[in-house]
């Protein structure tokens, strides 16, 4: 099952495998900045016809309201295989405000919720998309994007440190 495979990837150091098996299932339907119910927009939604990934990313703005929330049963609704990504610069776990400390556990023990940074998800990626690369273009560009994400995504600690 495609979903067994994307949960295992992600929980350990295999984006790179992560990033094949999404390819892999060619018939992905991607939708940016896509609507759910309550007029609040998940950035990016995948769907794998048997499963859904929706990816809130956070860069530079807060939580909003329920957001979090909103977005579970937004997916919960729309399939029983389904993962919450909270993709962050720092790491740091969704507020309160978002979706309750309890709720929040609970996803993320199911498996239907977790919480990764750039220097996780995106770095390992990126430096493994440089390697293959054949246009000059295009390889500053990841250059400097890799950069940017080395110098201002520091990760959190679970004690809050960076």
Known sequence: ?????????????????FMESVVELGNAKIETEHSTYKRKRIDIL????NFVIGIENKLW??????QLKDYNKYL??????????????D?????KWSISKEERAELEKA????TLSYRQLLLP??????KECEADKVRW?????????????????KDGQE
Not at 61 to 66: I, P, S, V
């Open 111 to 114: 498996g239907k919720l977790i």
């Open 1 to 17: 099952m495609p979903e067994r495979k994307i949960r295992k990837c992600l929980k350990g150091k295999g984006v790179k495998n």
């Open 61 to 66: 703005a807060g939580d909003q309201k329920e």
């Open 91 to 95: 790491g740091r776990k969704p507020s």
């Open 141 to 157: 560009f990841i250059r400097d994007f890799i950069s940017w994400i080395e110098k201002n995504c520091r990760e959190v600690s």
């Open 46 to 49: 995948i769907d794998l016809t």
């Open 125 to 130: 990626w990126l430096k493994e998309c440089l």
């Open 76 to 89: 919960e609704g729309k399939s029983k295989n389904y993962l919450l990504v909270f993709l962050t610069c």
